[in-house]
């Protein structure tokens, strides 16, 4: 098996096409990490207050420690009036109580830690706040998995389907091997390239957002505040679990294209329907969730987004981690079958 993969590596990286595919995604990895030093990149209204402040005389600015004692006292004066109305039999929007509630808790959480750099997310429209160029950029870092999906698309699509173009699959298929083994090298050289450019970009990511903003942001933290107690997650961890959170999308394209490919045995077909999976699927399930079709739900699109779903903001009510997952393995169990049926019962 291991030659097998060995094979299938050696006639993947000696395409041109294949080279350019992954120089293009560590090009997209090093813009991302040097992208708000660009000139015409314009900052949004938070960074411009901590411009202006910095401009701002020395004794007149707050030092670090009052300004999150300050928020912190804000956030609890907020929440206590809510709470205190409620306690009144003054009618309160309960979901307006816990987020003052949450909102105070991560506060104090940051006071209490002496935090300078964290990430929160905004209870009424979940956009990522936080003070931070690194954090920022680190916590969109996931959408750098959209294109290595794409790669995977192509070399997941072609890479049984240009077998059958070019006619070397029967000099594949005349060796002592039986066909099923041949199938799983083409799979696994697949997943493990996969699984290797998704570490690859992650580290590379952190590295040169380290060489760009400092790496004292990686002291920061992720903090939310739940069920009435606020907890924080190193930056670090917290990006990481994104990552893998996202590579579940690639990953699903990837074996879609390969089922695609090695069913039909075309290349464009498979591409255009995985790379039409991918643009699509989002639009799709947003669509189906805004007119409030529940069995869209059941759709693998619909279930991708395991970041938003494990937030707690997942595109229909109800929809939960394990549900997704649970989901997601009928499909690639579907897809992997698919594909071995074709692959191995299907005449040359």
Same mark, same amino acid.
């Given at each position: ?7 299938? =590596? ?18 997209a ?10 000139p015409f ?10 411009a ?5 005389p020395?004794?007149?600015k707050?030092? *670090?420690? $009052? ?10 004066? $907020? =929440? #206590?009036a809510?709470?205190a109305?409620? #306690?009144?039999?003054? *009618? ?6 816990d ?6 808790l991560?506060? $104090?959480?940051?006071? !209490?830690h /002496?935090? #300078?750099?964290?990430?929160?997310f #905004?209870? /009424? =429209? ?9 954090i ?9 998995m ?49 699984v ?5 970009l992650?580290?590379?990511e ?11 942001? =990686? ?6 505040a ?23 999308n690639?990953?699903? %394209? %990837? ?14 077909l ?8 991918l643009?699509?699927?989002s639009?799709?399930t ?7 079709i ?18 707690g ?19 690639m ?7 071995? !049926? ?7």
């Amino acid at each position: 098996m291991f030659k097998l993969i060995k094979n299938e =590596y050696s006639k993947l990286l000696r395409r041109r096409a294949s080279q350019i595919l992954i120089l293009l995604l560590l090009l997209a990895a090093a813009g991302l990490a040097f992208f708000f030093h660009l000139p015409f990149v314009q900052s949004d209204t938070s960074y411009e207050t901590i411009a202006e402040s910095s401009a701002q005389p020395e004794e007149e600015k707050p030092s *670090p420690e $009052q300004l999150r004692h300050e928020q912190t006292e804000a956030a609890r004066i $907020q =929440y #206590d009036a809510l709470k205190a109305n409620k #306690d009144a039999g003054i *009618p309160v929007d309960q979901a307006a109580l816990d987020k003052a509630e949450n909102t105070y808790l991560e506060h $104090q959480y940051i006071e !209490d830690h /002496d935090l #300078d750099y964290t990430l929160t997310f #905004d209870k /009424d =429209y979940g956009y990522a706040v936080t003070d931070s160029l690194l954090i920022r950029t680190l916590n969109s870092a996931p959408m750098l998995m959209t294109l290595i999906a794409l790669v995977m698309i192509v070399f997941a699509g072609g890479i049984i389907a240009n077998e059958t173009s070019q006619g070397t699959i029967k000099f594949l298929l005349i060796n002592p091997v039986r066909r099923g083994k041949i199938l799983w090298s083409k799979y696994l050289c697949c997943l493990s390239l996969l699984v290797f450019l998704t570490f690859l970009l992650f580290g590379l990511e952190i590295l040169l957002l380290g060489i760009s903003y400092g790496f004292s942001g =990686y002291a920061g933290e992720y903090v939310h505040a739940a069920n009435g107690a606020a907890a924080g997650t190193p930056i670090l961890l917290y990006g990481f679990q994104q990552f893998m959170l996202a590579a579940v999308n690639p990953l699903l %394209m %990837m074996t879609m294209a390969f089922a695609i490919s090695s069913l039909f045995r075309s290349s464009a077909l498979s591409i255009a329907l995985g790379l039409g999976g991918l643009l699509g699927g989002s639009v799709i399930t947003s669509l189906l969730s805004e007119l409030g079709i529940d069995w869209g739900r059941y759709l693998v699109f619909s279930n991708t987004g395991l970041s938003a779903v494990a937030q707690g903001s997942p595109p229909f009510p109800g929809q939960t981690l394990t549900f997704s997952i649970f989901v997601l393995a009928i499909y690639m169990g579907l897809f992997l079958l698919t594909a071995y !049926d074709g692959f191995t019962r299907r005449e040359v």
